[in-house]
C-alpha cells in the first residue's frame, strides 16, 4: 500500500508564492509518474503539472510559466512550486501517483490553496 503524505499550501495575495511537497511511502515511487491536480468548488478536477519517472514534465496551459515540478527519488518526494498565483487558482491540490506498471494511482490528502485579490 502506498500512502502520500502533502504538506504545504495556504493562503497567499494574487502574485505571490507557495510551495508544495509529497512525500511517498513504499518503494515504487521511482517507477511512478507523479502529478499534482487540483479541483476548485463547482469545478471538475484536472491535472495542472506531471513529470515522469525520467523527469519529463508537463503543464496544463492555465499554469505554464508559473508553476513548476521538480521530484527527489532519492527522498521520494514531487515538488510544485507555484509563482505568480491567481485567485483562480484557488482550489484543492491533491498529489498522485500512478505506478508504471500497473497504472494504479494513488491520492494524497489534498490541501487547500486560497489565492486572495
Known amino acids: 500500500q502506498v500512502q502520500l503524505v502533502e504538506s504545504g499550501g495556504g493562503l497567499v495575495q494574487a502574485g505571490g508564492s507557495l510551495g508544495r511537497s509529497c512525500v511517498a511511502s513504499?518503494?515504487?515511487?521511482?517507477?511512478?509518474?507523479m502529478a499534482w491536480t487540483r479541483q476548485a468548488p463547482g469545478k471538475q478536477r484536472e491535472v495542472v503539472a506531471s513529470?515522469?519517472?525520467?523527469?519529463?514534465?508537463a503543464y496544463a496551459d492555465s499554469v505554464k510559466g508559473r508553476f513548476t515540478i521538480s521530484r527527489d527519488n532519492a527522498k521520494n518526494t514531487v515538488y510544485l512550486q507555484m509563482n505568480s498565483l491567481k485567485p483562480e487558482d484557488t482550489a484543492v491540490y491533491y498529489c498522485?501517483?500512478?505506478?508504471?506498471?500497473?497504472?494504479?494511482?494513488?491520492w494524497g490528502q489534498g490541501t487547500q490553496v486560497t489565492v486572495s485579490s
Open positions: 513529470i515522469t519517472e525520467a523527469g519529463t514534465t
Open positions: 513504499g518503494r515504487i515511487f521511482a517507477a511512478s509518474v
Open positions: 498522485k501517483l500512478i505506478v508504471i506498471r500497473t497504472t494504479k494511482s494513488y
